[in-house]
């Protein structure tokens, strides 16, 4: 098996690590081409520091890192020195401590330490200074140029071939799909696919170059054995290089905007350094490491890196752009070679083994792929140093509502570029809402229990604009007309013959486009639309009082003087109905509901309500993708103890003292009074009425399975709880 004829752009070690994952697959008709020399590039590759750190919020990157660390040892290219995070405000112990959760949620081993753990385990630190630390042994260091080197020999022995000093120019297309690349010398190479692995060099993809720091110290007494050191309070890390540190900053900034300005030499991805914006880099340097005084910068560099908006890599075939054509971009060291197993399951199976959603070059809607829109959330994306900053650019999509809603004093979140209510400022808390702790109510308000509960006693009107709505023309298989089908998030419903409408996410639209037959139409018609819904036990009276007798799932028609298709898709756990209609009449839909709605007790409700009503209605999110066959666990429904405390994704789930699980999303439930979560458990852990705890920061808070839903729809002032 030979497989088809795939050319690689970029030898890197991302490039190099993908050709030994297709060549060990049988597909060994492979072709490697860089613009620079073999195997010191002059990309990212060639200067990174080459750390791992294997304990990240997203499982999916945790997984990368570990199958990348592991891989590489047993290559010999892997130094697991360990790495030892520390915290120098209580806020940031606070952060180690959920650090901590997730890796003991995904499997990795480590440790919170007390200062003089810290000191022993890095004798340079200043512990006075330090209030705590996260230690984590097999964290460690990989050198990239010989990794990649490492790589590339294993793909060439089953028959790939590394070519470099080839600049690609053009990626050629024919009837929609690639046909193969033409280099800047006019050389011609074929191919059925072609990947770009060219880091900060791709172009036309939701990244941009970004400049990150690095300096090594004069002979500072330090030996390789330390573990990489990280002081996130001032944006630093630091390794060995012998009896040298060196010293890495993470306050990146934007990179030259123009590529032709990057150095003409050897090294186009090291760019002068730039003493005055490291000052303060190494002013906490000293402060946390007082040996450094006695030091002077030997060796520094402003090395350019590829960065997202959100700063996940980008991995996928792209949906602009021919069919074949695939990227792997923005990867760091650290995952480069768990990138290049999944993106080579991807590609020659279909599908990868794990989840890469998040990872998918797709998620962005175009208003966030401008290099303005990533250079203003260059901050937000670095997750080290602002762990839960939300993005720094704002109101890039606002929907018709917003004046409306921003008059009834709304609270703002993004999604998806979109400014959408979180809660209403209009609205009275409730006068027995819970303490909450300090990060709790960084993403919270005791008002969404007013409005969570107009919703299951009356009625409560939701902004759903920030969804993806697509509509697909021509004879497109589905449900049957005024029918609908929801599964995994996405709502397909069939208003007419040959008129589909689905509700989802960025990656259903892409998905639709792909699975169109020939004839069919599929258009993203988001931003022309806008929605809302209606939920709550008179919500139907609400509506009909609007639009006149309804039936079936899927209604077109008007409501007022508004032309609107309306679902029943009951994601409160309440009757009602989820409107769209045309931008262009949203003012109208909501002036029009709005009015209508004071004989009905109508709340104006945010995104926190909405999300605690549907959990507690059962509408959560399906297992992992890469979970699903698993026969021997579930999704399990769980009710915490009240006790000031709330999981928000990703903690551990504890029983008899061991980790058992972890949480995939929760939010707090004002029906049943207490927290909600839903956790991925082994089925013998899954049965009602068994205790759980849940570990959240520091404590670990108990939880009871429940039987799903906790609460069912019924009449005004009479929900269900089922416990």
Same mark, same amino acid.
């Given at each position: 098996m030979t497989g088809p004829t795939v050319v690689i752009i970029g030898a890197g070690i991302v490039g190099c690590a993908l050709a030994d994952e297709l060549t060990a697959r049988g597909w060994t008709d492979i072709t490697v081409l860089d613009r620079g020399p073999l195997f010191v590039t002059g990309g990212s590759t060639s200067h990174t520091p080459g750390l791992v750190f294997r304990i990240d919020p997203s499982r999916t990157m945790t997984r990368l890192a570990r199958y990348t660390a592991e891989k590489y040892a047993r290559l010999g290219c892997y130094q697991a020195v360990g790495s030892l995070e520390v915290a120098t405000t209580p806020e940031r112990l606070a952060e180690l401590h959920r650090r901590f959760g997730f890796g003991r949620s995904w499997g990795v081993a480590s440790a919170i330490v007390d200062p003089a753990a810290c000191a022993a385990l890095f004798p340079m630190l200043d512990k006075s200074l330090v209030l705590g630390g996260l230690h984590v042994p097999e964290d460690g260091l990989i050198p990239a140029v010989r990794a990649a080197e490492i790589q590339a020999a294993r793909a060439a022995s089953h028959g790939a071939r590394f070519i470099g000093n080839r600049r690609v120019d053009n990626v050629l297309s024919n009837n929609g799909r690639v046909a193969g690349v033409e280099t800047a010398d006019g050389d011609t190479f074929p191919a059925d696919l072609v990947v770009e692995c060219t880091g900060f060099w791709t172009a036309g993809r939701p990244l941009i170059p970004t400049v990150h720091q690095y300096v090594r110290t004069t002979a500072a007494g330090s030996s390789d054995a330390l573990p990489i050191l990280r002081h996130p309070d001032r944006d630093l890390y630091l390794r060995a290089h012998g009896d040298r540190l060196g010293i890495g900053s993470y306050r990146h900034e934007p990179g030259p905007a123009d590529l032709d300005d990057l150095p003409g030499d050897g090294h186009p991805a090291m760019l002068p350094f730039a003493p005055e914006a490291f000052r303060q880099s190494w002013t906490a340097a000293t402060e946390l490491l007082p040996a450094l005084r006695g030091t002077a910068l030997d060796d520094a560099f402003n090395g350019v890196l590829a960065a997202t908006a959100d700063g996940f890599p980008v991995l996928g075939e792209g949906d602009s752009g021919p069919r074949g054509l695939w990227t792997a971009a923005a990867v760091p060291v650290a995952h480069s070679a768990g990138v290049a197993k999944a993106l080579a399951e991807w590609i020659v199976d279909g599908t990868p083994g794990i989840d890469l959603r998040e990872l998918d070059v797709n998620r962005f809607v175009d208003g966030q792929l401008a290099p303005a829109y990533i250079r203003r959330n260059l901050t937000a994306a670095s997750a080290i140093v602002h762990p839960?900053?939300?993005?720094?650019?704002?109101? +890039?999509?606002?929907?018709?509502?917003?004046?409306?809603?921003?008059? +009834?004093?709304?609270?703002?979140?993004?999604? #998806?570029?979109? /400014?959408?209510?979180?809660?209403?400022?209009?609205?009275?808390?409730?006068?027995?809402?819970?303490?909450?702790?300090?990060? @709790? @109510?960084?993403?919270?308000?005791?008002?969404?229990?007013?409005?969570?509960?107009?919703?299951?006693?009356?009625?409560?009107?939701?902004? %759903?604009?920030?969804?993806?709505?697509?509509?697909?023309?021509?004879?497109?298989?589905?449900?049957?007309?005024?029918? +609908?089908?929801?599964?995994?998030?996405?709502?397909?419903?069939?208003?007419?013959?040959?008129?589909?409408?689905?509700?989802?996410?960025?990656?259903?639209?892409? %998905? +639709?486009?792909?699975?169109?037959?020939?004839?069919?139409?599929?258009?993203?018609?988001?931003? #022309?639309?806008?929605? %809302? #819904?209606?939920?709550?036990?008179?919500?139907? /009276?609400?509506?009909?009082?609007?639009?006149?007798?309804?039936? #079936?799932?899927?209604? /077109?028609?008007? %409501?007022g003087m508004v032309p609107v298709v309306m679902l029943r898709v009951p994601l409160a756990g309440e009757a009602g109905w989820e409107i769209y209609t045309e931008a262009g009449y949203g003012a109208r839909l909501w002036d029009t509901i709005w009015a209508a709605g004071p004989e009905f007790g109508l709340v104006a409700a945010g995104q926190v309500a909405l999300d605690g009503l549907r959990l507690e209605a059962g509408h959560r999110a399906g297992p992992p993708a890469g979970d699903r066959a698993d026969p021997d666990r579930r999704l399990a429904c769980l009710v915490l103890s009240e006790g000031g405390g709330a999981p928000t994704g990703g903690e551990p789930v504890y029983a008899g003292g061991f980790a058992v699980g972890y949480v995939t999303e929760a939010a707090y439930g004002w029906t049943v009074g207490a927290p909600v979560a839903y956790a991925w458990l082994p089925s013998a852990l899954s049965g009602p009425g068994t205790m759980v705890e849940v570990g959240c920061f520091d404590s670990r808070l108990p939880a009871t399975v429940s039987a799903e839903p906790l609460v069912r729809p019924g009449a005004a002032g009479d929900r269900r709880m089922v416990r």
């Open positions: 839960h900053a939300p993005p720094a650019l704002r109101d +890039l999509r606002i929907g018709p509502f917003h004046s409306r809603q921003a008059e +009834l004093g709304a609270v703002f979140g993004e999604a #998806g570029g979109w /400014e959408r209510p979180l809660w209403y400022a209009s609205n009275p808390p409730p006068d027995d809402a819970p303490a909450r702790d300090e990060w @709790s @109510s960084r993403f919270a308000s005791p008002i969404a229990g007013t409005e969570a509960r107009a919703a299951r006693r009356k009625v409560a009107l939701f902004d %759903l604009t920030a969804g993806t709505r697509v509509e697909v023309l021509g004879p497109m298989p589905g449900p049957p007309v005024g029918g +609908l089908i929801r599964d995994a998030g996405l709502t397909v419903a069939r208003p007419a013959e040959d008129r589909i409408l689905a509700v989802g996410g960025p990656l259903d639209r892409v %998905l +639709l486009r792909r699975q169109a037959p020939s004839g069919v139409t599929v258009r993203d018609i988001t931003g #022309g639309t806008c929605g %809302l #819904g209606v939920w709550g036990p008179v919500a139907d /009276e609400l509506v009909a009082r609007l639009t006149g007798p309804v039936s #079936g799932d899927v209604w /077109e028609g008007r %409501l």
